[in-house]
C-alpha cells in the first residue's frame, strides 16, 4: 500500500501548529505538508515542508494534492463562532465551500481520508444543556454553528454516497499554550493564563457562572488521531463524534489559577459572546465515541491548569 502523505490545511492556526507537529512525529516531517493562507507559523519553521495555500482556489488546492501526492488531508481552515457574527457571509462561505472544495478532491483524487472538525456550536438553545447527546435537537443560532451543521451532513453524504472516508470530531473549546486562538466564544479559557502572568487579574467577557465543555490541546491532538488511526469499521458515525474533556465557569478557573498565582482577580464584562455561549450545552455526553473506538480524555480542570502555567512558566520566564 501507498505510504501517507498528509496535507493539514490551516496549519498555522491554533490547533494546526499541534497537529502538524503530532503528525510529523508519526508520519514523519517530509510526509506532512504544512499549508495556510498566513504565514507559517514561526514553531513550524525548520520541521517540514510548507506551501501557501486557498483552501477556495479549488484548482490550485487540486494542484497542491497532484504535485504533491496527497493521501489524506487534514481541513482546519474555518472562520470560527465569535468572528464569524461579524461577518456571517464570509463565514458561511469559507467553512461550506472550503470543505466541499476537499471533499470534491478527495472523492476524484480517491484520497484514503479526510479529517475535518465540528464543534459543540452545532448545538443550540434547544439542544439539553447537561451531557448533551450524541443524537438530539440541533437548531444551532450562529452562522458557525450553522456551517458546522451543514457540514457534518456534507460529509455524512459523501461517504454514503461516494465512498469518502472523512472522519469527523466535535471539538468543545480548546486551550493550548503554544499557538493563539483564532476568533471563537471559549478563547477567554486561553486568554486568562496570559493576563493571570503578565497582570495577576483578567477582565472576562463572559459571565462567571457560564459552564462550557472544554479541552486541553495534548487530549484534542490524541482524540484526532485516534480516530483517524481507528479501523474504518468501528467509525459508525459519520457525521462528527461528541468528545469532551472537562466543563467549568470562568469563577471555577479563576479559582484553580488563584491556587498557582496568589493575588490573581477576576472580573466580569459580558459582551455579544455571553449570548452564543449561553446557546451551548454546559456539558457533553461522549459515550458513543468511547464505546467506538475506545476515547478517554486524560486532562481535568487542575491537571490542564498545572499544564498550561508549568509550560507558559517556561515560555514567559
Ligand atoms: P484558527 O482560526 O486558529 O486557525 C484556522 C487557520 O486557517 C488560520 O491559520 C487561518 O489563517 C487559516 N485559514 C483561514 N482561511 C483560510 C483559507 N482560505 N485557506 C487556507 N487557510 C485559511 O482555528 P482553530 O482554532 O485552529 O480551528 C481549526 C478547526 O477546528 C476549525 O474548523 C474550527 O471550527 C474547529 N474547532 C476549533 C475549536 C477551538 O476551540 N479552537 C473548537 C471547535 C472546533
Ligand atoms: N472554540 C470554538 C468557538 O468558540 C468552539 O467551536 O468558536
Known amino acids: 500500500m501507498q505510504k501517507d502523505k498528509i496535507l493539514v490545511i490551516g496549519a498555522s492556526g491554533q490547533i494546526g501548529v499541534e497537529l502538524t507537529l503530532a503528525l510529523r512525529k508519526i508520519y514523519g516531517n517530509n510526509n506532512v505538508v504544512a499549508s495556510d493562507l498566513r504565514e507559517q507559523n514561526p514553531l513550524l519553521e525548520g520541521t517540514g515542508p510548507y506551501v501557501s495555500l486557498d483552501v477556495m482556489n479549488k484548482e490550485m488546492l487540486h494542484v497542491q494534492v497532484i504535485r504533491q501526492n496527497i493521501t489524506q488531508i487534514y481541513l482546519l481552515a474555518a472562520i470560527l463562532s465569535a468572528t464569524g457574527e461579524k461577518n456571517p457571509g464570509l463565514a458561511w462561505h469559507l467553512n461550506m465551500q472550503g470543505l466541499l472544495n476537499v471533499l470534491d478532491i478527495a472523492k476524484e483524487e480517491k484520497l484514503h481520508k479526510v479529517y475535518w472538525p465540528s464543534s459543540i456550536a452545532v448545538f443550540g438553545p434547544t439542544s439539553p444543556k447537561q451531557n448533551c447527546p450524541q443524537q438530539t435537537i440541533i437548531e444551532p443560532i450562529t452562522v458557525y454553528g450553522i456551517s458546522k451543521y451543514a457540514g457534518e451532513f456534507w460529509c455524512n453524504y459523501y461517504f454514503q454516497r461516494f465512498g469518502v472516508d472523512v472522519r469527523s470530531l466535535r471539538y468543545p473549546g480548546l486551550i493550548s499554550y503554544k499557538s493563539a486562538p483564532g476568533g471563537g466564544t471559549t478563547d477567554y479559557a486561553v486568554e486568562i493564563f496570559h493576563d493571570a502572568l503578565e497582570d495577576k487579574k483578567y477582565e472576562c467577557f463572559l459571565r462567571e457562572d457560564t459552564y462550557l465543555p472544554m479541552m486541553y490541546m495534548p487530549d484534542a491532538i490524541r482524540a484526532t488521531i485516534e480516530l483517524m488511526e481507528a479501523p474504518a469499521e468501528k467509525i459508525k458515525v459519520r457525521t462528527s463524534y461528541n468528545v469532551s474533556g472537562m ?64 509550560n507558559l512558566g517556561k515560555t514567559k520566564g
Open 247 to 310: 466543563s467549568f465557569s470562568p469563577k471555577e478557573i479563576g479559582e484553580e489559577i488563584k491556587q498557582h498565582i496568589p493575588g490573581f482577580s477576576i472580573s466580569y464584562k459580558p459582551d455579544y459572546r455571553q449570548a452564543i455561549a449561553d446557546s451551548w450545552p454546559q456539558s457533553i455526553d461522549d459515550s458513543v465515541a468511547r464505546k467506538d473506538w475506545g476515547w478517554k480524555e486524560e486532562f481535568d480542570l487542575a491537571a490542564m491548569t498545572k499544564d498550561m502555567f508549568d
